[in-house]
């Protein structure tokens, strides 16, 4: 939330000139950077509008939340109202989303987005169903609106347009969640804010929505098997909504005629991209759709068919690998959802590849040839194995040259890291991925950052974490000690290769058994038993855990005033002597990106070099 007052106070602000100047400055303090040009124009032009409209309705008392926060994610809310209900004399909310808009069309047989003159041919949500989503994920996780879920409401105002530019946004179904009012049905909007809210003061009920308990965010893992198999467990948002139906619409049409398209989805860590993935895979199943996920992550995809596919044979064959798709008839599947998609290689080739199959062809014209609609959902600075090169520029042209119609949705939230975007930012420029190079970081309320000065620190807070506050925890670090993978029956306890002083643990437990009371390296991450093991980029990737704790090794060392990445302190028999340095450079930095964003609630690092972890101390405050 970037500022608070009643509807009277507001209005004066802007009377005055001064509002935009406070939510500017709010903003800058809250994420580091300044806003867009647009977003302050918005600010200018769309707040006034609600402020008077509120005034005209004798609503001056409302307590209105400007672009509120939604718990554990960085989507904003334009505009949370909150006061009294005139007839319950309860807490009333009503969220507000507010848009410019003159005009905007419908999608043909695709009522829930949208086109917008201004946007190009860009789909967006319809923001009917855009405010209905912030009105559902808010009563799932605030706890002040579990007892009174019937107190939320939510309003599409579009105060520029008429009903002649936008009714055909009116083919999605209006509800007390989700409705529209235009400029011309100003009369009709004060109304329904009347409706909602008494003239009276709204600040016992904003303080109550703001002290109200958020909840644990959903971890994918925990809620994988009820998604794919009896019910929609995560509610999407925009542009995840977006995505999720293009693929659907995507479907109707390959059904409808001899029509194929290729959909992909980008975001960084944290975006939504596997709940997406889930979340179309979960539908198409119930449906009866021919529909499979594939991942480039022997990890990922061994995990999925275990907690999703749990005593369900037909469940655990939708989740495959890249590679199993060399041989498979053309467009056999409806729907392939590419999971993880960077990890795309040149071929499917390997060394145990039959002869007949080594035909040379490229990784992702054969997943684009397995169905009607392929789709890929990938981060492209989470590349971190040489030979992986999967781009949207990549699929883009595969794409092109078989003259198939292709669509881009680019996500932009964070539901990661506490919901954290500042964060994320500050990962990519303390690694030198973004911006000019390592900044401070500012608490933001919604991850926690730390940094340990040893081993043993670091363990003894995340073992705490795991004790006092039932969260999950795990540690991961660069790849820099040597892996003993041959675990034999002799042993009575995992060699504890990764040695730092007189600090050791071992890696996590290559292979597919449990041994010695380690869970095997595709549930590392999930399995509680995972903790006191550490995880390397290969068996972190695509999954998410409550504490993270990073150790970076030499691989990866400050030097006066910039990185340093040494190659031959890493000894992950990825890299070889043909792999150039540039290269490993880039996917050094690319391999700590993904372990520094793993962590839901917070982060621990550390570094084994002392003039590194110096300047970790300077960036990161002590608790």
């Not at 007949?356 to 492209?380: M, S």
């Not at 939230?413 to 930012?425: E, I, L, M, N, P």
């Not at 500050?426 to 991925?433: K, M, N």
């Not at 670091?458 to 925890?473: I, V």
Request: hydrophobic fraction near 40%.
């Amino acid at each position: 939330m970037l500022f608070r007052e009643s509807a009277a106070s507001v209005a004066a602000r802007i009377l005055e000139g001064s509002l935009a100047l406070h939510l500017t400055e709010n903003f800058v303090h809250a994420r580091g950077r300044r806003p867009a040009d647009s977003e302050i124009r918005s600010w200018e032009r769309s707040l006034p509008a609600l402020t008077n409209a509120l005034l005209d309705a004798g609503l001056g008392d409302v307590e209105v939340l400007i672009e509120y926060t939604l718990p554990l994610t960085s989507k904003r809310a334009d505009a949370l109202l909150a006061g009294v209900h005139p007839r319950t004399g309860e807490p009333s909310y009503v969220v507000v989303e507010l848009k410019q808009w003159s005009e905007a069309h419908s999608l043909e047989d695709e009522p829930l987005l949208c086109t917008v003159p201004a946007y190009g041919k860009r789909p967006v949500l319809n923001p009917i169903e855009q405010v209905r989503g912030y009105c559902e994920y808010l009563v799932s996780f605030n706890g002040a609106l579990e007892r009174i879920p019937q107190s939320l409401a939510g309003v599409a105002f579009l105060h520029n347009a008429t009903e002649f530019g936008v009714g055909s946004l009116r083919s999605t179904p209006e509800n007390v969640r989700g409705r529209m009012y235009t400029g011309d049905q100003r009369g009709a909007f004060l109304d329904f804010l009347r409706s909602r809210l008494a003239p009276k003061s709204g600040a016992p009920a904003a303080d109550l929505l703001r002290q109200g308990k958020v909840r644990p965010s959903k971890q994918l893992m925990k809620v994988a098997a009820a998604e794919i198999r009896d019910r929609e467990q995560f509610v999407l948002l925009d542009e995840q909504r977006v995505a999720y139906e293009l693929v659907l619409s995507a479907v109707r049409k390959a059904k409808r005629g001899n029509h194929k398209q290729v959909i992909v989805v980008t975001g960084g860590p944290g975006s939504g991209k596997s709940v997406i993935a889930l979340s179309v895979l979960g539908e198409l199943y119930r449906r009866g759709v021919p529909a499979l996920h594939a991942t480039g992550s022997a990890s990922f995809t061994k995990t999925m068919r275990k907690v999703a596919g749990f005593r369900k044979p037909e469940v655990q064959k939708l989740f495959k690998y890249f590679n199993s798709f060399m041989d498979a008839e053309p467009n056999d599947l409806d729907v392939l959802i590419c999971d993880e998609a960077h990890r795309l290689r040149k071929t499917s080739a390997d060394r145990y590849t039959k002869a007949a199959l080594r035909t040379g062809r490229p990784q992702v014209a054969e997943l684009i040839d397995a169905a009607r609609v392929p789709v890929f959902l990938l981060d492209q600075h989470q590349v971190v194995r040489p030979g992986e090169m999967g781009t949207k520029e990549e699929i883009e042209r595969a794409a092109a040259e078989q003259g198939l119609d292709y669509a881009l949705v680019e996500l932009d939230s964070q539901f990661r890291c506490g919901g954290s975007d500042a964060y994320v930012k500050w990962v990519a420029a303390l690694l030198g991925l973004e911006g000019d190079g390592p900044v401070d970081w500012e608490p933001d309320g919604k991850v926690e950052l730390r940094a340990a000065d040893s081993p043993q620190e670091m363990e003894a807070f995340l073992t705490a974490r795991r004790e006092q506050d039932d969260y999950g925890a795990r540690m991961a670090a660069g790849y820099c000690w040597k892996w003993t993978t041959d675990i034999t029956l002799d042993m009575s306890e995992l060699p504890a290769d990764v040695s730092i002083g007189d600090w050791a643990r071992p890696w996590n437990l290559a292979g597919d058994r449990s041994r010695l009371g380690a869970p095997p390296s595709s549930l590392w991450a999930t399995d509680p038993a995972g903790f006191g093991q550490v995880g390397c980029v290969y068996t972190a990737q695509g999954f998410e855990y409550d504490w993270s704790g990073v150790i970076i090794g030499p691989d990866l060392v400050w030097r006066t005033d910039r990185w340093v990445v040494d190659r031959t302190a890493s000894k992950d028999p990825a890299f070889t002597k043909a792999t150039h340095d540039d290269e490993i450079d880039r996917l050094v930095r690319n391999t700590y990106k993904v372990l520094l964003t793993r962590g839901m609630v917070g982060t621990v690092v550390y570094s084994t070099d002392p003039e590194t972890r110096e300047k970790l101390r300077s960036l990161i405050p002590p608790a």
